[in-house]
């Protein structure tokens, strides 16, 4: 991957209980051994140093919101409001980000996409359908939402 200064990235760092956690910001530069990146992130006001390997260029299919399960006690086809929660949720990880969702729909019951995913919405951006799926992982408990290309079938 190439990457320009002033590109716009994202930062995976781990929370303490070793789910991903996210930040954005603006490249500075990348060292001369290619192994560090210079980020200045949102909301700091001195450059950091971050590994080059956790450094992602944003595109809408980067942005995921991880969020621990903890305290879910089902899965998004069985609550509407978890469903709708999470949608939001993902729209303001998308906001903060810098990606402009043109159109967002709700589907009106969870669908199951495979044993731990389930499709919460269709979505355009950048004049691309897209869908917005959930998937939950067991190790640590967590649930990631993310936006994957959808072509529908005719």
Not at 80 to 105: C, H, K, N, T, Y
């Amino acid at each position: 991957m190439m990457f320009r200064t002033g590109d716009r990235v994202r930062v995976t760092r781990k929370s303490p209980e070793g789910a991903p956690a996210f930040e954005y910001g603006f490249l500075e530069r990348i060292d001369s051994e290619r192994t560090h990146a210079v980020v200045f992130l949102d909301d700091e006001l001195s450059p950091q140093r971050v590994a080059l390997a956790d450094i992602a260029p944003i595109e809408i299919a980067t942005v995921e919101l991880c969020s621990d399960t903890n305290n879910m006690e089902t899965a998004p086809s069985g609550e509407p409001a978890l469903r709708d929660e999470l949608i939001v949720l993902w729209q303001a990880e998308a906001e903060q980000a810098g990606i402009d969702v043109e159109s967002l729909v709700a589907l009106p019951t969870g669908s199951r996409a495979d044993l731990d995913t389930w499709a919460l919405a269709e979505l355009h951006a950048g004049g691309v359908r897209f869908l917005l799926r959930a998937r939950f992982a067991v190790s640590p408990p967590t649930v990631h939402v993310h936006a994957v290309p959808h072509y529908p079938q005719n």
